[in-house]
């Protein structure tokens, strides 16, 4: 759906961002879906720039802005790695596969996908969970899908 002052293309400013997550917001499933159900989200690919600090931050700024999320740590809004709790049953660990990715090395020519920060953070909270299901999130697939039935078409 294209609409009247809305330019699809890589945003390059705050104000394109911003542009962008008011896009989406023209779905009326999106805007109904995202007034009834609970979300857990992270930025992906689109609102982060790897090599561009400023429009990083940038996207970041407009994902806070426009997304149903708490700042997890007002002091790095960076960090949208966290922890939910959900009584004894589960814990979900939301990890950052993109923003930290290729930045730090664990040992030479072994890149880093969390970083050594996030990757100390996601072992701990591994280690001391007391919940019976602990689950992990993020924004990769983590293996590839396959289900009986499902038209070959459709398969990755």
């Not at 699809?8 to 917001?25: C, I, V, W």
């Amino acid at each position: 759906m294209r609409m009247p002052g809305f330019e699809l293309k890589s945003p390059a400013t705050l104000a394109d961002q911003r542009n962008r997550h008011k896009y989406y917001l023209l779905d009326p499933d999106l805007r109904f879906a995202r007034q009834n159900k609970m979300w857990i989200v992270e930025w992906d690919n689109h609102d982060t720039h790897f090599k561009e600090r400023e429009k990083t931050m940038d996207g970041i700024t407009a994902f806070y802005e426009y997304v149903p999320i708490r700042m997890p740590d007002t002091s790095h809004p960076e960090n949208v790695y966290r922890s939910f709790h959900f009584g004894q049953l589960a814990q979900l660990d939301m990890i950052d596969m993109y923003l930290f990715r290729g930045k730090e090395q664990f040992a030479p020519g072994k890149g880093s996908v969390l970083g050594a920060v996030q990757d100390q953070w996601i072992k701990n909270q591994l280690q001391h969970s007391t919940a019976q299901w602990h689950l992990l999130g993020n924004q990769e697939m983590m293996g590839s899908w396959l289900s009986k039935g499902i038209p070959k078409f459709l398969h990755a």
